[in-house]
């Protein structure tokens, strides 16, 4: 019975000892001028969801403001940096700040996702971020 009590007692410990060397998540905000539609919004949706395994569960959540053209990224910093963030923007085909796309990823999203100067984004009197009812 105390061999019992020692080793449940011993589990709790190392239990609490491995969650207390997690680190905590963290937030980072990363601008892309060429994510402004929800068509944009759709393909980064679906490419962080089949990355997210691929960063070792990296990331823990996003939020995309599609007015601001902006992406706040909630990650484990132990799993993964914002520098590593922005280059799977940029594979997914969408520049991260400074950093512009992987041009064969660019070349895959839909047009309304494209830069300003490449004819992309919202047009006027034509708002895209918010998905038509049809």
């Not at 892309?32 to 919004?41: I, M, R, T, V």
């Not at 599609?66 to 706040?72: D, V």
């Not at 991260?96 to 041009?103: G, I, L, N, R, Y």
Request: hydrophobic share 35%.
């Amino acid at each position: 019975m105390k061999k019992m009590l020692l080793l449940m007692t011993l589990c709790i410990a190392l239990g609490k000892l491995t969650n207390a060397q997690q680190a905590k998540p963290e937030w980072v905000t990363i601008k892309s001028n060429n994510l402004k539609c929800w068509e944009c919004k759709e393909a980064l949706d679906k490419y962080l969801l089949k990355e997210k395994g691929i960063i070792e569960g990296g990331l823990v959540q996003w939020k995309i403001n599609l007015l601001q053209g902006e992406i706040k990224i909630q990650y484990l910093p132990n799993y993964t940096d914002p520098d590593a963030l922005k280059v799977t923007l940029n594979n997914a085909g969408f520049d991260a700040d400074d950093t512009k796309a992987v041009e064969d990823a660019y070349k895959r999203l839909p047009p309304s996702c494209k830069r300003a100067e490449d004819g992309g984004g919202p047009q006027p009197r034509k708002p895209c971020h918010v998905k038509p009812y049809n």
